[in-house]
């Protein structure tokens, strides 16, 4: 009787422990945040973390305060919540991801501005798309006297830009002054409020701000009778070009205001004047 009392004890014993562990599963450790605090005006994509899927590349930017000089910054990505992966496109995922050293080497509290390609091997022209979802983007800064910082936020990725077409399979002929845009915008269930283009390009005129082969930009804002009020916009629009436009590659960035949210979304295009 004794030995079966002892049998029984340990059986309860074993049962409780198991059940406290069911209880209490171990923490999800990629999701890490130390010393968030130190990282001043982040961008992901933007301000709200979000990405169009169309795009070829993250924006990432913010300011750090350090304790110590930085020594080392990298990037985490791993699948969040994504559904699936369709034709052409994987669940994207980054492991130590590391910004070269220029651009916070020996600097105490530096301005991080950094654009990080979703296939390094063919920036513009990637062989793939990130499914879309959300994903957990981890950036990890390193210090001089062994201590770091860590913030993770989540990134949606999202198909907000359906159809696009930029000139020609992103070509435009040398001499023509305009380029055709078109696509539809998904942001439903928000009106759009405002869409404007912004351009960039490295300076060839003489008589200007910037000097020649800097990166200078213009923006406009397209008519408002486009989208003003309309759920899923389809926008085509003739953009005219500056005159004389050279043979080189431009960004166009796309910025979308939707109805009730902070920040506009954007989408940024490369395309070449030949």
């Known amino acids: 009787m004794k030995n079966t009392f002892k049998t029984l004890f340990l059986l309860v014993t074993s049962f409780f422990i198991i059940s406290c562990n069911n209880?209490?599963?171990?923490?999800d450790s990629f999701e890490e945040n130390i010393n968030q605090e130190r990282f001043k005006g982040l961008e992901i994509g933007n301000s709200d973390f979000i990405l169009p899927q169309s795009n070829v590349d993250i924006h990432i930017e913010f300011d750090y305060l350090g304790t110590s000089k930085v020594t080392k910054i990298y990037f985490d990505v791993e699948d969040y919540n994504t559904s699936k992966a369709n034709k052409g496109e994987v669940i994207w995922g980054l492991k130590n991801h590391v910004v070269p050293v220029k651009n916070y080497e020996n600097q105490l509290n530096?301005?991080?501005h950094y654009h990080l390609y979703f296939d390094e091997e063919n920036k513009q022209n990637p062989s793939f798309k990130a499914a879309t979802g959300v994903y957990n983007f981890?950036?990890?800064v390193e210090h001089e006297d062994g201590t770091k910082s860590i913030i993770?936020?989540?990134l949606s990725i999202l198909q907000k830009f359906k159809d696009l077409e930029i000139g020609e399979n992103n070509t435009v002929?040398?001499?023509?002054d305009e380029i055709h845009t078109e696509f539809e915008y998904i942001s439903e269930p928000n009106t759009v409020t405002e869409i404007k283009y912004e351009l960039w390009f490295k300076e060839w005129r003489t008589d200007q701000k910037v000097a020649i082969?800097?990166?200078n930009s213009v923006v406009t804002i397209l008519p408002k009778n486009l989208y003003e009020g309309v759920k899923n916009p389809h926008i085509h629009y003739h953009y005219d070009l500056l005159p004389e436009s050279s043979k080189q590659e431009?960004?166009?960035?796309?910025?979308?205001q939707e109805k009730g949210e902070k920040e506009s979304v954007k989408l940024s295009v490369l395309f070449e004047i030949k």
């Open 23 to 27: 209880e209490d599963p171990t923490p």
């Open 152 to 154: 993770t936020k989540k």
């Open 250 to 256: 431009y960004w166009l960035n796309i910025y979308v």
């Open 110 to 112: 530096p301005h991080i």
């Open 213 to 215: 082969g800097k990166w």
């Open 173 to 176: 002929n040398f001499g023509e």
């Open 138 to 140: 981890k950036i990890t």
